[in-house]
């Protein structure tokens, strides 16, 4: 992934919208715009769209999509199901905003989601699992809702597999800073083992999907809790970028981990 989209996935502030009902919301900042979150959900079109085919959602009844936001990747999911999709996020003033025929928007928590067992056939996680704090919780809880048979869809990125080129020590900045915001900046790579232990049967594709990297990409460095000489190192970075001739005169990129995970039991029959 380069900067440009890597910017736009660090702006989805999940941690906070997956926090637990009750528990004081520090002053982060809020949901990138729609138009935004709209960019995003194209570049990761081609990844997503192989990881539904897989979990064949066409033929799923039963969608929960968890850290929904704006509802860019919503619209989606209910034209490519069968049946209904609930979008879950914690901001209720957020999913306020959120109308579409054949979808139900709930506030709620991913760590302790509020359905009975075996509500659903597929739980799709786009840039969320990153925020979680307790991602073995969430995971545990799609597999408590999901019927036998029923998979998990997660696109999650892997900072620590960022390959930039030359090294000047950017991934060791986006680790440091994303570390020090609350986020799990190795969530990526974890996932296949986590869901495993879960008792998932575990599918697994490394995305890479390079692109000419932008300067002003690095900007959102700026947002995260780096000391003054992380900055400075950012800032000239930023303007060796621009001064750079040809596209590919800077490499700088972060796959992303694309997972389905199947419940084991008995398939349930699709009607």
């Known amino acids: 992934m380069c900067l ?32 935004q979150a709209q960019q995003l959900s194209q570049w990761l079109a081609g990844p997503r769209s192989r990881a539904l085919r897989r979990a064949a ?16 990747v919503t619209s989606e999911l209910a034209r490519r199901c069968r049946g209904r999709v609930t979008a879950l996020d ?13 979808v ?44 036998s048979g029923g998979v998990v869809v997660a696109l999650e990125p892997d900072y ?4 930039e080129y030359p090294d000047w020590g950017i ?27 879960a008792g998932f049967q575990v599918w697994v594709e490394l995305v890479h999907i390079p692109q000419p990297v932008q300067a002003e990409a690095l900007s959102l460095l700026d947002d995260l809790p780096l000391t003054d000489n992380q ?9 060796y970028i621009e001064r750079a001739n040809g596209d590919w005169a800077v490499f700088l990129h972060v796959p992303y981990f694309l997972i389905v995970a199947t ?6 029959e699709i009607l």
């Open 4 to 35: 440009r989209r890597m910017r736009l996935c660090l702006c989805l502030r999940r941690w906070w919208e997956m926090s637990s009902p009750g528990q004081d919301e520090p002053s982060w900042p809020d949901l990138p715009s729609e138009a």
């Open 57 to 72: 959602i066409g033929h799923r009844r039963h969608v929960l999509e968890v850290g929904t936001g704006h509802g860019v």
């Open 90 to 102: 914690c901001r209720a003033d957020v999913l306020a905003g959120c109308t579409m025929p054949e």
């Open 104 to 147: 139900s928007f709930v506030a709620g928590d991913a760590q302790h989601l509020p359905f009975p067992d075996a509500s659903f056939d597929l739980v799709f996680f786009q840039n969320t699992l990153l925020w979680i704090s307790n991602p073995e919780a969430a995971i545990a809880e799609s597999g408590r809702v999901l019927q």
């Open 160 to 163: 620590g597999g960022m390959m």
């Open 171 to 197: 991934r060791e900045l986006w680790i440091s800073g994303l570390s020090q915001a609350g986020a799990d900046p190795l969530a990526g790579r974890k996932l296949p083992g986590l869901c495993e232990a």
């Open 231 to 239: 900055r400075q190192i950012a800032q000239n970075v930023r303007g």
């Open 263 to 268: 419940k084991l039991g008995s398939q349930p």
